[in-house]
Every structure is written in C-alpha cells, then in structure tokens.
C-alpha cells in the first residue's frame, strides 16, 4: 500500500484559544525538524485545525514513521491514502481496493465514518455512510457492521481530495518541545541523566545539558559517549547546547581540603553550583537530574537536601520515585541504554570515598567548603571560562 499522507492526531486538552496556535505551530516545527534526516519530501502544514504531513513523490515509510514516533505532542499518526474527489459509484470503488489491501482477511468489524469538508460534494456524510458500507458488505461478505466498537474505524474525509485512513500508529504524546520553556540537564554518562532529560523535554521543554569530566582521569572516549548520549536524546529533544566542563581542579582541591566521606555529597554541590551557572545565563527556567530516593548515598533523603541547598533555580528530578528496572525500562525503550552501558569512567567515580556519608548534615557541609575558600572561586571561574560549548543535535 502507498501512502500519501498522514494525519497526526494530537490532544487537545487544555490547548485553547492562542494557546492551540502556539502548540500547533510549535508541533508542525518539531515534525519539519524530526523529517529532516529522512529520505523523501515532506510538506508539513495546518489545515482545518488538524496537521498533516504530505508525502512529495517516494519515500521511507519506515524510516518516516520511526522519526514521526520521535515528535512529541503527537498521540497518533494515520496514514493516508489522497484519491481525487469522484462521484459516489467511482468512490466506492476505490474504498472497497483500499479495504482490500489493508484487510486482506476480510474478517473484521468495520464502521464507515465520512466527513464532507467540502460542502458542494453532492452526496451528505450519513448518504455516503451508508452507500460505502453496503459496498463493503457486498464486496467482503466476510465483514460486519459494528457501529459502537468496530475493529476498523473507515474514515472517509472528501475534501479537496478524498482522504482515506483506517490505522492509528501510537505516538509519544507529551507537549512539542518549545512550548515549555527550557532546562538545564545534569548529563553524566549513566543511565538515569538521559532519562530525566527525555522525560522533561517530552513536557514541551527545551534542553541544554552540562557535563563534568576530569581529564586526564576520564578519558576522551567517556566525553565522546556523553555526547553520544545527548545525540541520542536530541533524537527526541531537538538540539541540545551540551556544555563540557572541566572538572579535575575543583575535585582535587576538594580531595586535599575536604573530609573523604564528604566528597560526593560536595562534588555534587558544585557540579550544581556550575549547572545552574550556566541555565541563568540562558534564561533556563530549571535543573533537571537523574537521581533517584536511595538509589546509593549520594541520593538519600539527606544527601538530596544537601545538594539541593546551593541551588536557587527548581530542581527536577523526574525519576525520584522509580526503581532502577523501571528506568532501564525506558532507556531501552528510547534507545539510551545500550549507549549507557558502556563502560567508561565517571568522575564521580574516580574520587569516590570507600564510606560515603548517607546522612550528611547540610551545616556540616557548609563547614567542610570553608576549607575551600582559598582558592574555590578562581578554580571554578576558570571550570566555567574554559568550559567547551556544542550543539549535539540527532539530524546534522
Ligand atoms: P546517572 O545514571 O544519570 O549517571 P547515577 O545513578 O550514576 O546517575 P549519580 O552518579 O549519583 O547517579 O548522579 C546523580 C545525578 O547527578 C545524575 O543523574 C546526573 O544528573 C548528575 N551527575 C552525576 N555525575 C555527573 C557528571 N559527571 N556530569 C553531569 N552530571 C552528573
Ligand atoms: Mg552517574
């Protein structure tokens, strides 16, 4: 079966008025931007408040679906097969060979649903319900009628061209990426960071990302793997400003000055401290992590009071409340996981004490970065000043 179009249903709860303008251009931006890298030539427009995507000549239907199933705000993609408006008898011929190739059993319950956008069509929806149905009938007496709950919904729209379309292909749902402001993800090489950044950037916010490495203690290759990871996020995402910060002189002033078991928990504070850095320098609205309750010390109840602490902007942490299974779950299933695993050093890591504190004391800690005071604000004006900026982006 060619297809010529597809229809791409979205929600419309709470979408009204300007609003519905605003999510309507933003998904018909984020469909251009997803059909980019894909073989074929698409017309992406609005029309009678719907949005569809026109399929100029040949294409990759697979690859097509596979990139629309990547648009956030779509909830379902209906392929569409554009035959010229005839009258009723030569209509009917062309429903009963579209019936035939995409229901080749000819087994199913089936329900007509014509719509006449155009209005000088002779014939009125119920008239043409009915007549499309007995044709059906008459060609596959294999099929029934079920008016309530059909196994196939025969949607019929005459419009300029008649619109035939049967199939819903699930989509992500969420909202299109630009409707929601924009938030900077603590990326780390693992498997929760991208996680939290896809399921953030599926509520219509926009991405940046920030990573820490501490060369020549992690290697270039586990830079390359984050950027993988942002790459494989942006898929999703859109661009994403990664920003590279090079970490290794503020964790070895703190290994020198800090107590051992304190390291994580402040490591973490000024990885935050930076991050935030540099979302209030772009008008980030948030912080976005991958941590977990209790998944290890560092992400206690006490442990995420104290990291919170130094921030000032929200902190969103999307998978506070999963389990590990849970989140690999949907790594796998946006194609992260595979990526994550591989086995590169974190600088978190590298430092690590053998007892960490679980409980850290929020004072205590703020006593401990006295120690720092030397020569903190230099090393970290300097992480930031030399702090390598790029945009990873899935379709270059
Ligand atoms: P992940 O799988 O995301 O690395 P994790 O289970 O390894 O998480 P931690 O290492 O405790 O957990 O990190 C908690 C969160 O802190 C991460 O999800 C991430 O948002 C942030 N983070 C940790 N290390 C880095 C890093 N090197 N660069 C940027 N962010 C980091
Ligand atoms: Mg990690």
């Known amino acids: 079966m060619t297809f010529h179009s597809f229809l791409i249903k979205y929600g419309e709860i709470g979408i009204k008025g300007k609003n519905r303008y605003m999510f309507e251009d933003a998904l018909v931006r984020q469909i ?204 999703y995402a859109g661009p994403i400003k990664l920003h590279i910060v090079n970490f290794t002189d503020i964790q070895l002033y703190i290994y020198e000055k800090c107590p051992h078991d304190e390291l994580t928990i402040i490591m973490r504070r000024y990885m935050m401290r930076i991050a935030e850095h540099f979302a209030q320098k772009d008008g980030c609205l948030g912080l976005i992590t991958g941590e977990s309750i209790g998944q290890v010390a560092s992400q206690t109840m006490q442990s995420l009071a104290a990291t919170n602490a130094v921030c000032t902007l929200p902190v969103y942490r999307p998978l506070i409340g999963f389990d590990k299974r849970e989140i690999v779950e949907i790594s796998e299933k946006i194609d992260t996981y595979e990526t994550s695993i591989q086995p590169f050093e974190d600088c978190c890591t590298i430092f690590v004490a053998k007892h960490p504190v679980t409980k850290p004391n929020t004072e205590r800690i703020e006593k401990s970065e006295l120690n720092l005071t030397e020569k903190i604000d230099e090393l970290m004006q300097t992480a930031i000043e030399t702090a390598e900026v790029i945009t990873v982006e899935m379709n270059e």
């Open 32 to 235: 251009r931007y997803a059909l980019k890298g894909v073989d074929g030539e698409f017309l992406v427009h609005k029309c009678h408040g719907r949005v569809y995507v026109d399929c100029e000549g040949e294409y990759d239907y697979e690859e097509t679906i596979e990139s629309l199933k990547k648009v956030f705000g779509i909830v379902g993609i209906c392929p569409v097969v554009r035959k010229p408006v005839k009258e009723l008898e030569e209509l009917k011929k062309d429903v009963v060979a579209y019936v035939g190739q995409m229901y080749p059993e000819g087994n199913q319950t089936f329900k007509v649903e014509a719509r006449r956008a155009n209005k000088r069509y002779p014939v009125n929806s119920m008239e043409i319900n009915c007549e499309l149905g007995e044709a059906v009938l008459e060609a596959y007496p294999e099929m029934k009628v079920d008016v309530h709950k059909p196994d196939v919904r025969l949607n019929v729209e005459i419009r300029e061209e008649v619109y035939l379309y049967s199939e819903i292909i699930p989509g992500p749902g969420g909202m299109p990426v630009g409707t929601n402001g924009s938030a900077m993800l603590l990326l780390s090489g693992g498997i929760d960071s991208p996680v939290a950044g896809y399921m953030i950037a599926k509520r219509g916010v926009q991405l940046e990302a920030t990573y820490f490495h501490a060369p020549p203690y992690t290697s270039e290759r586990a830079k390359e793997k984050v950027v993988d990871l942002a790459r494989l996020v942006s898929a």
